[in-house]
């Protein structure tokens, strides 16, 4: 069982390492590092990231081992669906942090930015992110996941601990580059004494990457040009 | 109008092209011809497809005998005949592109034999085409993957999908002696 959880955690890594999920991974690293004055929030988004993608990947394989649904439906459709809808998504969250556009919040705080809700949530938009990238499968990661992680679970009769440390094994990459990177942005804040100008540069830098990387899915997977 | 105000309308209506593609895009592709009956009618395109290919080759081969002089031989279809399909999406990753080409290379230089004598094929086949899809559900693909078919007079025998390309597709040469291992063994039991 030991091997087997080295394995499943193996297996995560080597997802999170491969070549196709690199655009979420950038634009995960700079969502968890932006609050470069703030290490502990960072290191609290980077845990709830892990945690939403642990749960994302725990409640499919549960899903999986204990119903009818068949395991190349539900991995055609994901691939097939989540790649298309998160280039949207990841649009509208970018312009929501370089504070493009406002959601009105009805009754009460009306006129109250929603980007300032996104960065009140803050460490929540963490584990939010962790559960959207880990459904947003591509072909490695579905290769790995379906492939090799399900018949390790359904082999060692393991629906939770084994995909849970796959998670663990997807975020661990990111969250690492994550915290290198904000403790590198805060000592060199520290440094010129300029860590609010620091971590304002971060948001906008965080709402761009977010853009790009949401205008790079629409192109790829809805208008297929690329 | 600010420049800021230009990029928000630029982006929104990006997104909003995107949704109505999208949504467009989905709606027809459910109300298409592929919705009733598309089992039949991709078995019959399928078997179409393989009639024409098959006479085209027969075509081929017999101006290439007439043209060097020699009379016509006849060539049977192999009693047994091994199809390694790869499977894969439109979208394709730096991985399974690696994937296809060691696959692909480890069968067509270590079993040419066979393939010239007919007895192995390969095919790449895009399992989001509609014709195609069936696939998915017939050999319980969950990602891009490699399966061994075996025939037995035009009717499968048995088959076979190589779950551990994924585990190997590291190490080239691992990834190359179990592809060519299992084809082998598919081969050895057919004859």
């Not at chain 1, 725990?58 to 055609?76: D, E, G, R």
């Not at chain 1, 939010?128 to 090799?148: E, K």
């Not at chain 1, 009769?157 to 994550?178: C, K, R």
């Not at chain 2, 499968?156 to 990834?175: A, C, I, P, T």
Request: include cysteine; glycine fraction near 8%.
């Amino acid at each position: 069982m030991v091997l087997a959880m080295g394995s499943a955690t193996w297996l995560g890594i080597l997802t999170s390492i491969s070549p196709c999920p690199l655009a979420t991974n950038i634009a995960a690293i700079s969502f968890i590092g932006r609050r470069v004055g703030n290490p502990k929030a960072v290191a609290a988004t980077g845990l709830l990231y892990t945690l939403g993608r642990s749960l994302a990947y725990v409640v499919l394989a549960a899903i999986l081992v204990s119903t009818l649904l068949s395991a190349p439906t539900v991995s055609h459709a994901l691939q097939k669906y989540m790649n298309k809808i998160l280039g949207p998504i990841l649009i509208v969250v970018g312009m929501l942090l370089l504070d493009l556009i406002q959601i009105k919040v009805p009754g009460g705080g009306v006129g109250e930015k929603m980007s300032k809700q996104v960065e009140g949530w803050g460490i929540w938009g963490g584990f939010a992110l962790g559960v959207v990238f880990a459904m947003s499968f591509c072909p490695a990661s579905a290769g790995l996941y379906f492939g090799s992680l399900i018949p390790l679970s359904v082999k060692y009769e393991s629906s939770i601990l084994l995909p849970l440390l796959f998670g663990v094994g997807t975020a661990l990459p990111v969250f690492t580059f994550a915290i290198l990177i904000a403790l590198g942005t805060q000592a060199v804040g520290r440094a010129y004494e300029r860590i609010t100008q620091f971590e304002w540069w971060a948001r906008r830098i965080t709402g761009t990457i977010f853009i790009l990387v949401g205008v790079y899915f629409c192109l790829a997977f809805v208008f297929r040009v690329l | 109008m600010k420049a800021k105000d230009i990029v928000t309308m630029v982006l929104l209506l990006f997104v909003a092209a995107s949704v109505v593609y999208l949504i467009v895009g989905e709606s027809r592709s459910r109300s298409g011809p592929n919705e009733a009956g598309a089992t039949g009618t991709v078995v019959q395109a399928e078997l179409k497809q393989v009639e024409a290919e098959q006479a085209k080759a027969s075509e081929d081969s017999s101006k290439t005998l007439e043209e060097s002089g020699r009379l016509p031989e006849e060539a049977p279809e192999p009693q047994h005949k091994l199809i390694a399909y790869y499977f894969h999406r439109t979208q394709r990753c730096r991985t399974c592109l690696t994937m296809e080409a060691y696959a692909e290379e480890a069968l067509r230089d270590e079993l040419l034999d066979a393939f010239e004598s007919g007895e192995l094929e390969w095919r790449a086949v895009n399992v989001e085409e509609p014709e195609n899809e069936h696939f998915v559900e017939k050999y319980g693909l969950t990602a891009s993957a490699l399966v061994m078919v075996l025939l037995e007079n035009g009717e499968q025998k048995q088959s076979k999908n190589l779950e551990r390309v994924w585990e190997l597709v590291g190490d080239e040469w691992g990834f190359k002696d179990y592809v060519r291992d299992e084809a082998l063994t598919y081969l050895e039991d057919g004859s």
